[in-house]
Nanobody, 121 residues
Framework: QVQLVESGGGLVQAGGSLRLSCAASGRTLSSYAMGWFRQSPGKERKFVAAINWSGGRTRYADSVQGRFTISRDIAKNTVFLQMDSLKPEDTAVYYC??????????????WGQGTQVTVSS
């Protein structure tokens, strides 16, 4: 079973940038599709971005399209979420997720512990 650990969260001013990382252990991610989700207090966890096993296909939520970029480094067994032009409404706990499969998905079965992102106005 793969284990996921997120890092890179923190406090940033509106308009700023952060880069989240998701490091995997226990198994190579080469056969896994990956995703990022976020959850704000009192709200459901929502899909943010996804990438297929090779990195050749991506998908984004409308709310982050054009501002966030998901990528992966297969050799480093790591997935990234570059977040630019951050807004206060991007404040949430961000979760990395994984599942086996060749496509781009919005449902996953392996989750990290999350990393807090706070955007001040």
């Amino acid at each position: 079973q793969v284990q996921l650990v997120e890092s890179g969260g923190g406090l940033v001013q509106a308009g700023g940038s952060l880069r989240l990382s998701c490091a995997a252990s226990g198994r190579t991610l080469s056969s896994y599709a990956m995703g990022w989700f976020r959850q704000s207090p009192g709200k459901e966890r929502k899909f943010v971005a996804a990438i297929n096993w090779s990195g050749g296909r991506t998908r984004y939520a409308d709310s982050v399209q054009g501002r966030f970029t998901i990528s992966r480094d297969i050799a480093k067994n790591t997935v990234f979420l570059q977040m630019d032009s951050l807004k206060p409404e991007d404040t949430a706990v961000y979760y990395c997720a994984a599942r086996q499969g060749l496509g781009v998905f919005t449902e996953y079965d392996v989750w990290g512990q999350g990393t807090q992102v706070t955007v001040s106005s």
